[in-house]
Protein backbone atom coordinates (compact mmCIF):
# COMPACT_ATOMS: atom_id res chain seq x y z
CA UNK A 1 0.00 0.00 0.00
CA UNK A 2 1.36 3.41 -1.11
CA UNK A 3 1.75 6.48 1.44
CA UNK A 4 0.70 9.81 0.85
CA UNK A 5 3.96 11.50 -0.11
CA UNK A 6 4.54 8.60 -2.49
CA UNK A 7 1.17 9.04 -3.98
CA UNK A 8 1.60 12.73 -3.93
CA UNK A 9 5.17 12.36 -5.67
CA UNK A 10 3.45 9.59 -8.54
CA UNK A 11 0.62 12.03 -9.33
CA UNK A 12 3.38 15.13 -9.74
CA UNK A 13 5.21 12.67 -12.45
CA UNK A 14 1.85 13.07 -13.97
CA UNK A 15 1.51 15.91 -16.61
CA UNK A 16 -1.94 16.04 -16.60
CA UNK A 17 -2.44 15.57 -12.74
CA UNK A 18 0.42 18.04 -12.00
CA UNK A 19 -0.78 20.19 -14.10
CA UNK A 20 -4.17 21.38 -11.82
CA UNK A 21 -3.19 24.44 -9.27
CA UNK A 22 -5.22 26.22 -6.81
CA UNK A 23 -6.26 29.70 -8.24
CA UNK A 24 -6.08 32.87 -6.38
CA UNK A 25 -9.67 32.93 -5.02
CA UNK A 26 -9.38 29.03 -3.95
CA UNK A 27 -6.76 29.72 -2.19
CA UNK A 28 -8.29 32.68 -0.09
CA UNK A 29 -11.10 30.30 0.54
CA UNK A 30 -9.15 27.95 1.51
CA UNK A 31 -7.13 30.33 3.85
CA UNK A 32 -10.56 31.87 5.26
CA UNK A 33 -12.33 28.59 6.38
CA UNK A 34 -9.46 27.02 7.27
CA UNK A 35 -8.10 23.11 7.50
CA UNK A 36 -10.89 21.96 9.82
CA UNK A 37 -13.66 23.23 7.30
CA UNK A 38 -12.24 22.25 4.40
CA UNK A 39 -11.76 18.26 5.87
CA UNK A 40 -15.54 18.54 6.62
CA UNK A 41 -15.69 19.92 2.62
CA UNK A 42 -13.85 17.25 1.54
CA UNK A 43 -15.53 14.50 3.91
CA UNK A 44 -19.37 15.92 1.98
CA UNK A 45 -17.62 15.86 -1.70
CA UNK A 46 -16.20 11.89 -1.08
CA UNK A 47 -19.48 10.90 0.48
CA UNK A 48 -21.66 12.36 -2.00
CA UNK A 49 -19.52 11.78 -5.21
CA UNK A 50 -17.40 9.19 -5.12
CA UNK A 51 -18.96 6.59 -2.44
CA UNK A 52 -21.92 5.12 -4.02
CA UNK A 53 -21.29 1.94 -5.96
CA UNK A 54 -22.56 3.76 -9.16
CA UNK A 55 -22.38 7.71 -8.17
CA UNK A 56 -24.52 10.00 -10.69
CA UNK A 57 -23.12 11.01 -13.99
CA UNK A 58 -19.85 9.48 -13.17
CA UNK A 59 -16.80 10.40 -14.56
CA UNK A 60 -18.29 14.40 -14.75
CA UNK A 61 -19.59 14.86 -11.43
CA UNK A 62 -16.49 16.71 -10.24
CA UNK A 63 -16.31 20.71 -11.18
CA UNK A 64 -13.05 21.80 -12.68
CA UNK A 65 -13.08 24.49 -10.53
CA UNK A 66 -14.76 26.87 -7.97
CA UNK A 67 -13.97 24.94 -4.92
CA UNK A 68 -10.20 24.25 -3.71
CA UNK A 69 -11.39 20.40 -2.52
CA UNK A 70 -12.49 19.92 -6.15
CA UNK A 71 -9.41 21.31 -7.37
CA UNK A 72 -7.34 18.36 -4.96
CA UNK A 73 -9.68 16.09 -6.29
CA UNK A 74 -8.67 16.41 -10.00
CA UNK A 75 -5.08 16.72 -9.10
CA UNK A 76 -5.19 13.48 -7.31
CA UNK A 77 -6.91 11.89 -9.68
CA UNK A 78 -10.14 11.19 -6.93
CA UNK A 79 -12.69 12.80 -9.22
CA UNK A 80 -14.31 10.09 -10.14
CA UNK A 81 -14.48 6.09 -9.88
CA UNK A 82 -12.78 5.77 -12.88
CA UNK A 83 -9.74 7.35 -12.15
CA UNK A 84 -9.80 5.93 -8.61
CA UNK A 85 -9.43 2.45 -10.41
CA UNK A 86 -7.01 3.23 -12.52
CA UNK A 87 -4.89 5.02 -10.36
CA UNK A 88 -5.51 3.10 -7.28
CA UNK A 89 -7.00 0.09 -8.23
CA UNK A 90 -10.43 0.66 -6.32
CA UNK A 91 -12.71 -1.79 -7.57
CA UNK A 92 -16.18 -0.18 -9.32
CA UNK A 93 -19.56 -0.77 -8.74
CA UNK A 94 -19.12 -0.72 -4.92
CA UNK A 95 -19.69 1.04 -2.32
CA UNK A 96 -15.95 2.73 -0.57
CA UNK A 97 -15.76 1.63 2.54
CA UNK A 98 -15.13 4.35 5.72
CA UNK A 99 -11.73 3.34 5.56
CA UNK A 100 -11.56 4.05 1.61
CA UNK A 101 -12.89 7.16 1.96
CA UNK A 102 -10.75 8.32 4.70
CA UNK A 103 -7.64 7.64 2.69
CA UNK A 104 -9.01 9.73 0.49
CA UNK A 105 -10.09 12.52 2.44
CA UNK A 106 -6.33 12.15 3.73
CA UNK A 107 -5.37 12.47 0.46
CA UNK A 108 -7.11 15.52 -0.67
CA UNK A 109 -5.94 17.11 2.48
CA UNK A 110 -2.32 16.19 1.80
CA UNK A 111 -2.34 17.84 -1.93
CA UNK A 112 -4.16 20.93 -0.62
CA UNK A 113 -1.49 21.38 2.36
CA UNK A 114 1.33 20.76 -0.20
CA UNK A 115 -0.25 23.30 -2.69
CA UNK A 116 -1.23 26.09 -0.68
ZN1 LIG B 1 -11.95 11.18 -13.07
Not at 17 to 38: A, I, N, P
Not at 52 to 58: F, Q, S, T
Not at 96 to 116: C, D, F, G, P, Y
Request: aromatic share 6%.
Amino acid sequence: MQTIDQALDRLERSRFRSSFHLTKKERLYLEEKGMVVMRSHAEDFVRQKLAPADPVNDGKQTPMHGHPVFKAMHATACCCRGCLNKWYRVPLHRELTESEQNRIVNLLMAWLKRNM
